[in-house]
């Protein structure tokens, strides 16, 4: 009896982990989806006969509608389930990303960046979601380290191997392999992930459950992760998925491939970061100031990597015209590895709530991460417009640095 209840304990562990595998290849089509303008941005923007700078600005309805969706996709996981609503997200994806391919222009392109930022704003609470309701405490927290690392692959798909399907088919044959592979995420969750009830623990309206989100997000104890979360993500987003193209191929005069290949190695920071911030964490025991210090060096970093344009400080230091594109993979591999401590934010937003609040605290936190990615990529396009790349980098710097002292002046008695 014994040995029978140890292998069906086996399986349904295994079968576990393969629906959390599926459905968290729908948070690395997500990635993908969302960093597909970083290798493309100049050839969309001449498609489409406008600016670069306007067109980085026109996909922050990106981020915008993918921030927006956060609560009443989350409400509805609580009322449908995991799995209906997963299926339901794969198939809008899959028609956002055909409709941004086959877009003629800024509207159509437009409509097409809303579609998909909807129909993907539950790719990464779908898994989370999932793992919350089968896994202890702490083998949560091992997985939703893994699926954050899993979900970054889809930057390192959108980095070389991107640049290289632009090179040989053009921008828009980069959304329509994503279509293809939401057709096979949602193939894959439809056979591996299971049934569940829903829960309707949360009867009242999605406006309702925005509102009390926002109120605790305000709230003293998460004012200083609120303000942290708002510019952690956007800061390695917006650099990853809009701007690190641009300054490779612009400012260091790479081919699209070249670029491709040091965001590829900034991806591989970022996917390896959360493992490796995760460990010292546990073994240092000093969350609030590990949080603090590993986002100030990637602020710093940021700003040593603008001020290696030409005619900046660090170049003229060096007495080069501008520094050598080495240079700046280091910078990214740095600020890939600094800027990955999301998973501890979220950990620390259920240490300063009680349990009852706890889900809605982390609603608040995850708003806030991807609310700031598009009020970053907005803002960063009018940076742009007015003062150049190197300006980009130095504004996003001083964002997160901002967001650090916030954070330290409301978590002040906080682990």
């Given at each position: 009896m014994t040995a029978v209840a140890t292998d069906e304990a086996g399986h349904a562990t295994r079968a576990l982990i393969f629906a959390l595998?599926?459905?968290?290849?729908?948070?690395?089509?997500?990635?993908?989806?969302?960093?597909?303008?970083?290798?493309?941005?100049?050839?969309?923007?001449?498609?489409?006969?406008?600016?670069?700078?306007?067109?980085?600005?026109?996909?922050?309805?990106?981020?915008?509608?993918?921030?927006?969706?956060?609560?009443?996709v989350g409400a509805a996981m609580?009322?449908?389930?995991?799995?209906?609503?997963?299926?339901?997200?794969?198939?809008?994806?899959?028609?956002?990303?055909?409709?941004?391919?086959?877009?003629?222009?800024?509207?159509?392109?437009?409509?097409?960046?809303?579609?998909?930022?909807?129909?993907?704003?539950?790719?990464?609470?779908?898994?989370?979601?999932l793992a919350a309701k089968?896994?202890?405490?702490?083998?949560?927290?091992?997985?939703?380290?893994?699926?954050?690392?899993?979900?970054?692959?889809?930057?390192?798909?959108s980095s070389s191997p991107l640049a290289f399907v632009v090179d040989a088919w053009g921008w828009r044959a980069g959304f329509w392999l994503s279509a293809a592979g939401g057709v096979a995420v949602a193939l894959a969750v439809f056979a591996l992930v299971p049934h569940q009830?829903?829960?309707?623990?949360?009867?009242?309206?999605?406006?309702?459950?925005?509102?009390?989100v926002l109120r605790l997000g305000l709230s003293r104890p998460l004012r200083g992760l609120i303000a942290l979360a708002l510019?952690?993500?956007?800061?390695?987003?917006?650099?990853?998925?809009?701007?690190?193209?641009?300054?490779?191929?612009?400012?260091?005069?790479?081919?699209?491939?070249?670029?491709?290949?040091q965001l590829g190695a900034f991806t591989l920071a970022m996917i390896a970061g959360p493992l490796c911030i995760g460990i010292i964490d546990r073994r240092l025991g000093r969350r609030r100031a590990l949080v603090a210090a590993t986002h100030m060096v990637g602020a710093l970093v940021l700003a040593l990597m603008a001020l290696g344009a030409p005619g900046y400080a660090v170049s003229m230091l060096f007495g080069l015209s501008v520094m050598p594109p080495r240079y700046d993979l280091v910078m990214f591999v740095l600020i890939g590895l600094a800027t990955s401590a999301q998973p501890l934010i979220f950990g620390m937003s259920r240490q300063l709530v009680d349990a009852q609040t706890a889900g809605k605290a982390l609603a608040a936190v995850n708003?806030?991460?991807?609310l700031g990615a598009a009020l970053m990529?907005?803002?960063?396009?009018?940076?742009?417009?007015?003062?150049?790349?190197?300006?980009?980098?130095?504004?996003?710097?001083?964002?997160?640095?901002?967001?650090?002292?916030?954070?330290?002046?409301?978590?002040?008695?906080?682990?």
């Open positions: 595998l599926a459905l968290a290849c729908g948070h690395m089509l997500s990635t993908l989806l969302r960093t597909i303008p970083a290798v493309s941005l100049d050839l969309m923007a001449a498609d489409f006969r406008m600016e670069p700078q306007a067109l980085a600005s026109l996909t922050s309805v990106y981020p915008f509608a993918f921030a927006a969706a956060q609560i009443p609580d009322r449908f389930g995991v799995r209906p609503v997963s299926l339901s997200l794969l198939a809008g994806t899959v028609i956002g990303a055909i409709a941004s391919g086959f877009a003629t222009g800024p509207a159509s392109f437009a409509l097409g960046q809303v579609l998909l930022g909807v129909a993907t704003s539950g790719m990464l609470m779908c898994p989370m979601t089968q896994l202890s405490a702490s083998r949560f927290g091992l997985w939703s380290g893994a699926i954050l690392s899993i979900g970054n692959i889809g930057m390192l798909l009830a829903a829960e309707h623990k949360d009867e009242s309206s999605p406006l309702s459950q925005m509102i009390e510019v952690s993500l956007a800061t390695s987003l917006v650099l990853r998925g809009l701007w690190g193209g641009p300054w490779l191929m612009e400012i260091k005069g790479l081919s699209r491939v070249e670029a491709g290949n708003l806030a991460f991807f990529q907005s803002v960063t396009g009018a940076v742009a417009a007015l003062a150049g790349l190197p300006a980009v980098l130095l504004f996003m710097a001083a964002m997160l640095a901002l967001g650090v002292l916030i954070f330290l002046a409301y978590t002040s008695r906080s682990p």
